[in-house]
C-alpha cells in the first residue's frame, strides 16, 4: 500500500511524502488528507481477521484502533505505536434516553470509555506514532480539555514530550488535572481557542515542535476508528444516522472519511447520514449550512460545553463535504437542552460530559421536526466521560447551575444531596417516606 498526503481542496490536490511535516497545503493552504493506493482489500476476508484479533492477546490486536490498521496504513513499521489499549468502546442502549429523544430506540458509542476518557485517544495514538515515526521530540496542541489529556498520557507513555496550550480558566478541571498527572508542560494562555490555535501553528513551525490538534490529517486517520469499530459491532450494517457533537469538525471529518472508504471498499452497503450538533453561543457550522455563502467564525463562542467552545473550526470545509456527501444535518442547541438531556443519559446510568450530550438535546429536536423518523436506527456518539467535568453536575442538580449569560439553567431532571443530621430516627423518617 502508498500512503501519501493530498491537500484536500478539488482544485489543488497537490501530493506530499506521508513523511513531511505538513499540516496545510503548502500550495495552496488548504487542508490535508492521507490517502492509500494499492490493492483492494477484500472485505470478507478482513472482516474475518478484525472478527478473529480480538481474542489475540497481542497489544495491537488488543487496540480498538489498531486492530483495523490496514484501513490507514500510514506507518511503515508497527514498532512506532503507543497504545493504552484505547477504542474497544460499548454501544449501550438507553431506554430512557430513546423516549426522551422521541426514538423507540437509540444506542449509544461511549467513546467516554477510552484510557484518557474522550475520543481523543483513537486519534492521538495514530499521531503520536506518527510524530515518533518522523523523530520528533516535542508535541504540542491547543485545546478545550481532552485533547490535552488525550495528548499527555500518549507523548509520556511514548517518550515525547508533551507541551499543552489551554484557555485561562476556560477547561473543566477534570481535563486539567489530567495534563498534569501525566506530566505535561502546561501553559495556560489568556485567550480563546482560536485564537491560541493560531498561535501555535506559528509557534510549532518555529520551535520544530510536532502539532497534534485535529489539523493533523493522522489524528483524523485515527479516529476513523470510531465508526470502523461500530460498524463490526453491529455485523457491518449501518445505521440510519450517527449523531455526533461539532466543535473543531474533526470528528464529523473522521466519521466520513471512515464511512466513504467503508462504503467505496464494500464493506458496507449504505451510507448512514451524519447529524452534527453544536451548541447555541458556538455554532458557526450551523450558521454557514443555513445561510450558505462564505464561512463566518463566531468570534466569541459561548457555552458551558467547553469541550465544544471552539468559534473558528478548522476542518469545516472537510465536515462540509461529509455532511453534504452522507445527506447529513446540522442543528444546534440551548445550553438548558444541553443540559437537560445530559441529566436523562445519566439516568440511563450512562453519563456522559455536557458536549457529549448535545447529540442527545439535538435528536429530540430533529425528531421533532421530522427530520428523523421515530423508528429510525440511531446512534449518538457520546465523546466524553461523565467525571470529566463534576462541576458542571453538581451545579446542574443542585439548581446553581448559570448559563454563559449569566441565566439560571433549570435543573429539569435534578438530583441534589440532602444533609441530615447524624439521627437514625430523622433518616428513618426521612426514608420511610
Ligand atoms: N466532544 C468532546 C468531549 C470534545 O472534547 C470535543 C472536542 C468535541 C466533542 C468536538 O469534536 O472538535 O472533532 O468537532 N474537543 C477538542 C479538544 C477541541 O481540544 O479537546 P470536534
Not at 447520514?273 to 457550522?285: C, D, K, S, T
Request: charged content about 20%; hydrophobic content about 40%; overall charge neutral.
Amino acid at each position: 500500500m502508498q500512503a501519501s498526503l493530498i491537500c484536500f481542496e478539488p482544485q489543488c490536490r497537490s501530493r506530499f511524502p506521508i513523511t513531511e511535516v505538513l499540516y496545510n497545503c503548502p500550495v495552496c493552504g488548504g487542508l490535508l488528507e492521507a490517502v492509500y493506493e494499492g490493492d483492494r482489500l477484500e472485505p470478507a476476508h478482513w472482516k474475518k481477521v478484525w472478527r478473529e484479533r480480538r481474542l489475540s492477546n497481542a497489544p495491537l490486536d488488543q487496540s480498538g484502533v489498531w486492530r483495523y490498521r490496514e484501513l490507514f496504513p500510514f506507518l511503515d513499521s508497527d514498532a512506532h505505536v503507543v497504545t493504552l489499549r484505547e477504542g474497544d468502546t460499548p454501544l449501550l442502549p438507553g431506554p430512557k434516553a430513546s423516549a426522551y429523544g422521541g426514538l423507540d430506540r437509540i444506542v449509544f458509542k461511549h467513546q467516554g470509555f477510552n484510557p484518557t476518557g474522550s475520543f481523543k485517544d483513537n486519534g492521538m495514538t495514530c499521531g503520536a506514532a506518527q510524530a515518533r515515526r518522523l523523530g520528533m521530540k516535542r508535541v504540542a496542541c491547543v485545546s478545550t480539555g481532552n485533547t490535552s489529556a488525550s495528548m499527555a498520557a500518549y507523548a509520556s507513555a511514548g517518550g515525547l514530550e508533551p507541551i499543552i496550550f489551554i484557555p485561562h480558566g476556560n477547561i473543566s478541571y477534570g481535563k486539567l488535572a489530567q495534563a498534569l498527572e501525566y506530566g505535561a508542560r502546561t501553559l495556560q494562555v489568556e485567550a480563546n481557542f482560536d485564537q491560541i490555535l493560531a498561535l501555535v501553528r506559528v509557534l510549532a513551525e518555529k520551535l520544530g515542535i510536532y502539532l497534534l490538534n485535529s489539523i493533523n490529517p493522522f489524528r483524523i486517520e485515527g479516529q476513523k476508528s470510531i465508526v470502523i469499530e461500530m460498524m463490526d459491532q453491529r455485523d457491518w450494517n449501518p445505521p440510519d444516522w450517527i449523531v455526533l457533537p461539532g466543535g473543531n469538525l474533526g470528528n464529523t471529518s473522521a466519521f466520513g472519511k471512515a464511512l466513504r472508504e467503508l462504503h467505496a471498499g464494500g464493506f458496507i452497503a449504505k451510507m448512514p447520514r451524519l447529524a452534527v450538533i453544536q451548541a447555541e453561543g458556538a455554532a458557526p457550522f450551523f450558521d454557514f449550512m443555513q445561510k450558505g455563502g462564505e464561512f463566518h467564525p463566531v468570534i466569541h463562542p459561548a457555552t458551558l460545553a467547553t469541550a465544544i467552545k471552539i468559534g473558528d473550526p478548522v476542518s469545516w470545509p472537510k465536515a462540509l463535504l461529509e455532511v453534504t456527501t452522507s445527506q447529513g444535518v446540522v442543528e444546534k442547541v440551548s445550553e438548558q437542552e444541553i443540559a437537560d438531556a445530559k441529566a436523562v443519559i445519566g439516568q440511563c446510568g450512562i453519563g456522559c460530559e455536557p458536549a457529549s450530550a448535545a447529540t442527545l438535546a439535538g435528536v429530540r429536536k430533529l425528531t421533532a421536526a421530522g427530520v428523523i423518523l421515530p423508528d429510525a436506527d440511531v446512534v449518538a456518539v457520546l465523546t466524553g466521560n461523565v467525571l470529566k467535568d463534576p462541576d458542571y453536575i453538581y451545579g446542574y442538580h443542585t439548581g446553581s447551575l448559570k448559563d454563559p449569560a449569566g441565566a439560571a439553567i433549570r435543573s429539569s431532571f435534578g438530583n441534589a444531596p440532602t444533609v441530615v443530621p447524624n439521627d437514625p430516627a430523622a433518616i428513618e423518617r426521612l426514608l420511610g417516606a
